[in-house]
């Protein structure tokens, strides 16, 4: 299992389909022709985005 995986509870089909349609999912960066990885400071970006917009889901409820 992949590091970026480890640390996000997502499962490999959601991470993919975000990967492809959120614009502000960390751009993936090609390491061998079937691997792909992600910087460290772009997944810690992507959590705090996503813990930000879970407190303000639940703030508003």
């Not at 997502?10 to 959120?22: E, F, G, I, P, T």
């Not at 460290?40 to 705090?48: K, N, P, S, T």
Request: hydrophobic share 40%; charged share 30%.
């Amino acid at each position: 299992m992949s590091l970026a995986q480890d640390i996000t509870p997502q499962l490999n089909v959601k991470w993919y389909r975000a990967m492809h349609r959120d614009p502000l999912f960390p751009q993936p960066i090609k390491l061998s022709e079937r691997c792909i990885g992600f910087r460290e400071a772009d997944i810690d970006a992507l959590i705090e985005r996503l813990t930000t917009q879970a407190a303000e889901g639940v703030r508003d409820a």
